[in-house]
């Protein structure tokens, strides 16, 4: 009976301690949690616009390597026409990818691939022989750009 008495004494307390504090402090808990749920909400969006970003970017060198594969397709076909066409879409794309990306050193080696895929261009519409190992060299780079991130 008296240990009953005791435990109970000692449940009372720890209420009544808890329940003080909780009373006095409640304002300070509010500002705790709601500055919490701020600075949580905002690494959320952060990190929902850097996985979009790089997606976007991934997304558009999976496409830039499709559109060499069908220029070096169409230039097999010798469809020279066709296969400009796709390499200045695979420009356009670079471009935007381009645009996204925040690190100089992917930003230097897309500017350098742009500068190949013109080439390999102005090759193609010049009717040289040489544009497929071109398109062979850009496919490789894309791939590596691809597979860097």
Not at 45 to 67: F, H, I
Not at 105 to 122: C, H, S, V, Y
Not at 123 to 129: L, N, R, S
Request: charged share 30%; hydrophobic share 40%; glycine share 6%.
């Amino acid at each position: 009976m008296l240990k009953f008495l005791g435990l109970l004494v000692l449940l009372t307390a720890t209420f009544a301690t808890g329940f003080y504090l909780g009373r006095h402090s409640i304002g300070e808990l509010t500002k705790t949690v709601s500055e919490t749920v701020t600075d949580l909400s905002r690494n959320v969006v952060d990190t929902t616009a850097n996985l979009e970003r790089t997606l976007r970017g991934r997304q558009d060198l999976v496409d830039v390597k499709s559109q060499v594969i069908q220029a070096k397709s169409d230039v097999l076909d010798r469809n020279f026409g066709s296969a400009s066409k796709i390499l200045n879409e695979a420009v356009t794309n670079l471009e935007r990818t381009k645009q996204i990306e925040k690190s100089a050193e992917r930003t230097a080696k897309i500017n350098g691939l742009i500068i190949k895929i013109r080439a390999a261009q102005q090759d193609i519409t010049a009717g040289k022989p040489n544009s497929r190992g071109r398109l062979d060299d850009i496919q490789k780079d894309v791939d590596g750009l691809a597979h860097q991130r």
